[in-house]
Each structure stands twice: as structure tokens, then as C-alpha cells.
């Protein structure tokens, strides 16, 4: 409205422009029209079936060492008092993180059970970058897998020892960084079961609730982790991981970032470096290093024990510092 000389003249207002309808009904019917051609193509390729076995091998796969972890976990809640770990371990955390990580050799599993475990030990008091180190160093330096390692490559102890010292390396490695820039609030402790610790103290019913609360909380993470995955399988296709087999230095990259989409349990996943004959001795070497420590299944297993934030923060510098460690070692040894 202008006022000119004591009159009010109402002036045209000219309505703000909007968007044509269709072209926001294209923004939305043109993704949606590539996503059903991709699964009709997947469906029609038996992608469908390819998935469900996919996901339902590495559930399978995951879930005995789950079973083992969360059994591990509620014993050491139930049955071991803190004292213990004041006594074993250093007070200093920069110490206790070298004990954590080749204490990890004691539990034969894969890291489905490490991450229960290493949740029960800092309900337990022990120091959160001791207890991530030994999350790490678990599923890729105990004896089952060095075992493994040394049937899938015969005749190359080097590779065994590489894997090894990598592996060892990266989570001490990591380990030190969280003493030195990790902070309380990027790590959401882990809540041990409803009523544990209240009333007359019961170990068995201890026991009891702490299984049934680590095994449930962490089934389902698996299950994400494992669909991921399994996704992953079905979508894209060999032939994009072949492109990098002729380059050395794409290779480790490429073989690291494999390793994190196939989940494959760390008992395993050296039968599948050595079939990858195309990449160099350092490629296969990331594969074996990165995945026991940074997977999908793993990544959702952290994200519903610690949280989201840590999860991304934590599997982001661990993958870059396994990925470092490789290739430091696997320069020294092979």
C-alpha cells in the first residue's frame, strides 16, 4: 500500500513463483522409476535369492561367535569382580592399551563376539581405549584365525606374520589415539540388564539377564549389518572390482573397501584373500587386516552397543590406520 497525499492507493501484489507441478512430480517419478528397474532387473536375475542366501550365510556365520561373545560378556559380569582388572592391567591407559591388544589372542572368535565383550569390560571399569583395543585385536590375532590364515596361504609364513603384526599394530595404534583425543562424550557407555546389580547379588541371575540382554541387543545389529552386506553382493557387479586388480596402489584401497562390504567372518575371510589372485601380496593383506576390525555387521553391532557417533568416528580412523599398517607391513615383510 502507498500513501500519496493523504489517499491510500493499493498497489498489485504479484504472487511468489512456485514450481510447476510437473516438474516436481518428475523430481520424484524419475528416481523412482530407475529404483524399480533396478530391482525388476535384480528380481529378473535372480538377485532376489541371491540376497536372502547372501544375508542368511553371514547371520549364520556371525551368530555362533555372537553366542560366544555374549556368553564371554555375561560371565565376566557375573563372575569376575573388578578387582581383576585393576590388578591385570596397568592404571595407566597408555599402558594397559598394548596388554588389552595382545590379551585379544585369548578369544577365539570373530568380531561379533569381540564387541559384547569389550562392552562388558568397560561396564567392569576397565579404560575405554584398553577395552577398544582389545575389541579390535580379538577377532584378527587369535590363534583359530592365524591358524586359518596359514592353511589359506601354505608356504608363506610371511603373510601369517604380517597379518599378525598389522593387525596388532592398528589396534594399539587405535587404542593410543583414544587416550589422546577420544572424548566421554563421542562414546555412549554400554547399559548392562535391567536389575543387574540391585538387590542380593545373584551371579547365576546375573549371568542369566546379562545373556539374554547382550544377545538380543546385538542379534539384531547382525541382521542390519548382514542386509547391508548382502545388498552390496547383489548390486554391483564383479567386474567393477577387476578394473583396480592391474593397479598396485588402487588395489589396496579397493580390496580394504571390499572387505568392509562383504563382512566375511575373520575365520574366513583369508580363504577369500588367497582366491583374489589378481591383487598384489599388500591388497590382500589390507583385505585381511581391515575386515576383521571395520565391516558392516561390525559398524551396526558399535553403533547399537556405543552409538552412532562413536561408530562412524571410530571405523573411519580405523579403517585409514589399518589401511596404513598394511601397507607399512606388508612393505617390511612381503
Request: glycine share 8%.
Amino acid at each position: 500500500m502507498e500513501t500519496s497525499l493523504g489517499s491510500a492507493r493499493h498497489l498489485p501484489v504479484t504472487p511468489a513463483e512456485t514450481p510447476p507441478r510437473w516438474r516436481t512430480a518428475l523430481l520424484i517419478a524419475v528416481p523412482a522409476v530407475g529404483a524399480t528397474a533396478a530391482l525388476v532387473r535384480v528380481w529378473n536375475a535372480g538377485g532376489v535369492q541371491t540376497w536372502r542366501t547372501v544375508m542368511v550365510a553371514i547371520v549364520v556365520q556371525g551368530v555362533p561367535f555372537l553366542v560366544l561373545g555374549t556368553v564371554v560378556s555375561a560371565a565376566i559380569g557375573a563372575f569376575v569382580p573388578e578387582r581383576v582388572f585393576t590388578r591385570v592391567l596397568p592404571r595407566n591407559p597408555a599402558l594397559a592399551v598394548p596388554v588389552a591388544g595382545v590379551a585379544g589372542a585369548v578369544l577365539p572368535g570373530c568380531e561379533c563376539a569381540s564387541v559384547p565383550v569389550a562392552g562388558s569390560l568397560m561396564r567392569r571399569g576397565v579404560a575405554p581405549a584398553a577395552a577398544l583395543a582389545f575389541l579390535l585385536s580379538a577377532p584378527a590375532v587369535n590363534p583359530v584365525v592365524l591358524v586359518a590364515t596359514a592353511i589359506a596361504f601354505p608356504g608363506k609364513p610371511e603373510m601369517v606374520l604380517a597379518r599378525l603384526v598389522a593387525s596388532l599394530l592398528t589396534a594399539v595404534v587405535m587404542g593410543w589415539l583414544w587416550v589422546a583425543f577420544g572424548r566421554p562424550e563421542w562414546l555412549r557407555l554400554p547399559k548392562g540388564p535391567a536389575g543387574h546389580g540391585e538387590g542380593t547379588r545373584n551371579p547365576l541371575e546375573e549371568f542369566r539377564r546379562g545373556l539374554q540382554h547382550d544377545f538380543l541387543h546385538a542379534g539384531g545389529f547382525l541382521v542390519v549389518g548382514a542386509a547391508a552386506a548382502a545388498t552390496f553382493n547383489v548390486l554391483v557387479p564383479p567386474s567393477v572390482l577387476r578394473t583396480f586388480a592391474d593397479e598396485p596402489w588402487l588395489g589396496v584401497p579397493a580390496l580394504a573397501f571390499l572387505a568392509v562390504v562383504l563382512a566375511v567372518c575373520s575365520e574366513a575371510d583369508a580363504f577369500v584373500a588367497a582366491s583374489l589372485t589378481g591383487f598384489s601380496p599388500i591388497a590382500r593383506l589390507a583385505f585381511m587386516v581391515v575386515g576383521p576390525m571395520v565391516d558392516l555387521k561390525l559398524i551396526a553391532l558399535q553403533s547399537g552397543a556405543f552409538g552412532r557417533a562413536f561408530a562412524i568416528r571410530f571405523s573411519s580412523a580405523t579403517f585409514v590406520v589399518a589401511v596404513l599398517a598394511s601397507i607399512l607391513i606388508g612393505g617390511v615383510l612381503l
